[in-house]
């Protein structure tokens, strides 16, 4: 992994997640761990964010690197009309590694293609969201004690939600059993639909959340995300289609986990958070482990 950007999960083999999974345990175990001196981070973000964006900069804090960057692209030279090309350029100069979130797809490809230090993708556009994606993998195999042939619930926004299309393709290497329900308006990409028909894995569409509630493992819920849609009608009509309460959680599985990326606005009622199956502020945690596992590997210190 050691100078490789992580652009897409595809980018990494199943054996590499689980080299990070495990180097994350190790860190969950030692968070404070002075590696990283000497080394500067650069994170970069173009569009909103809290935990991406503070789990990578207390990662790096925590193993004892500096940071820089913004979390506001106006105060940035990109609103003086700078290419993203000439940003990454310059900032590739400061930095040993760049961390950025971008609102267009794509977009971390094209800065990994001119960067001179290692890019991660912390998110661009409706495309994919890698990290959160080897962080929700560490939370399955922490709830589960495994990742192998579990069934897996996604509800809510699947076409632009991209933690939910970095996380589709990494579990079909577990022979995952894909529960999929979302409104008609924002099913599952054919594109990440293939992933799982090229490994001939089972998943089922459903509009209807109770008829998943009680058959899986792990409960993904997502946030119908307002800022993806062109057209604010097409929001109005989807926005509320999914509530959790802890009422229709009565007759769920024991191990039954239920995982959210976050932020969350309706979508999971707050009487859901004491319930013990509820683990989304768990999952944010891992972050932090997850991100000093990357960050160490990418730079070759680990
Ligand atoms: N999960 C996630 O990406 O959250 P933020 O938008 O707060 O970074």
């Given at each position: 992994?050691?100078?490789?950007?992580?652009v897409?999960?595809?980018?990494?083999?199943?054996?590499?997640?689980?080299?990070?999974?495990?180097?994350?345990?190790?860190?969950?175990?030692?968070?404070?761990?002075k590696?990283?001196?000497?080394?500067?981070?650069a994170?970069?973000?173009?569009?909103?964010?809290?935990?991406?964006?503070?789990?990578?900069?207390?990662?790096?804090n925590?193993?004892?690197?500096?940071?820089?960057?913004?979390?506001?692209?106006?105060?940035?030279?990109?609103?003086?009309?700078?290419?993203?090309?000439?940003?990454?350029?310059?900032?590739?100069?400061?930095?040993?590694?760049?961390?950025?979130?971008?609102?267009?797809?794509?977009?971390?490809?094209?800065?990994?293609?001119?960067?001179?230090?290692?890019?991660?993708?912390?998110g661009?556009?409706?495309?994919?969201?890698?990290?959160?994606?080897?962080?929700?993998?560490y939370?399955i195999?922490?709830?589960?004690?495994?990742?192998?042939?579990?069934?897996?619930?996604?509800?809510?926004?699947?076409?632009?939600?991209?933690?939910?299309?970095?996380?589709?393709?990494a579990?079909?290497?577990?022979?995952?059993?894909?529960?999929?329900?979302?409104?008609?308006?924002?099913k599952?990409?054919?594109?990440?639909?293939?992933?799982?028909?090229?490994?001939?894995?089972?998943?089922?569409?459903?509009?209807?959340?109770?008829?998943?509630?009680?058959?899986?493992?792990?409960?993904?819920?997502?946030?119908?995300?307002?800022?993806?849609?062109?057209?604010?009608?097409?929001?109005?009509?989807?926005?509320?289609?999914?509530?959790?309460?802890?009422?229709?959680?009565?007759?769920?599985?024991?191990?039954?986990?239920?995982?959210?990326?976050?932020?969350?606005?309706?979508?999971?009622?707050?009487?859901?958070?004491a319930?013990?199956?509820?683990?989304?502020?768990?999952?944010?945690?891992?972050?932090?482990?997850?991100?000093?596992?990357?960050?160490?590997?990418i730079?070759?210190?680990?």
């Amino acid at each position: 992994m050691k100078n490789r950007s992580l652009v897409s999960i595809t980018d990494f083999t199943k054996e590499e997640y689980l080299r990070i999974l495990e180097l994350a345990q190790h860190f969950e175990r030692n968070p404070i761990q002075k590696i990283l001196e000497g080394y500067v981070v650069a994170t970069l973000f173009f569009e909103p964010s809290t935990r991406t964006r503070l789990s990578f900069e207390s990662a790096v804090n925590r193993l004892g690197g500096k940071v820089i960057g913004f979390s506001d692209a106006s105060v940035s030279s990109t609103s003086k009309g700078e290419s993203l090309a000439d940003t990454i350029r310059t900032v590739s100069n400061y930095s040993d590694l760049i961390v950025m979130r971008h609102p267009i797809e794509g977009s971390a490809r094209w800065a990994s293609e001119v960067a001179s230090v290692p890019i991660i993708n912390a998110g661009d556009g409706a495309n994919q969201h890698p990290t959160q994606c080897l962080l929700d993998l560490y939370t399955i195999l922490q709830t589960q004690g495994t990742l192998d042939n579990l069934h897996v619930a996604f509800v809510g926004d699947l076409k632009y939600g991209r933690t939910v299309h970095s996380n589709v393709i990494a579990l079909t290497h577990f022979n995952t059993t894909f529960h999929l329900v979302s409104p008609e308006e924002l099913k599952l990409p054919s594109s990440v639909k293939m992933h799982i028909k090229e490994k001939q894995l089972e998943y089922y569409q459903y509009t209807d959340i109770q008829e998943v509630i009680n058959k899986v493992d792990i409960l993904y819920m997502t946030r119908i995300q307002r800022e993806r849609f062109s057209d604010p009608m097409e929001y109005e009509r989807v926005k509320n289609s999914y509530i959790l309460t802890n009422s229709m959680l009565a007759g769920a599985k024991n191990n039954l986990r239920i995982l959210h990326p976050l932020p969350r606005v309706n979508e999971i009622a707050y009487d859901v958070d004491a319930n013990p199956k509820a683990y989304y502020f768990q999952q944010a945690l891992n972050g932090v482990y997850v991100r000093q596992a990357l960050i160490a590997s990418i730079l070759g210190l680990v």
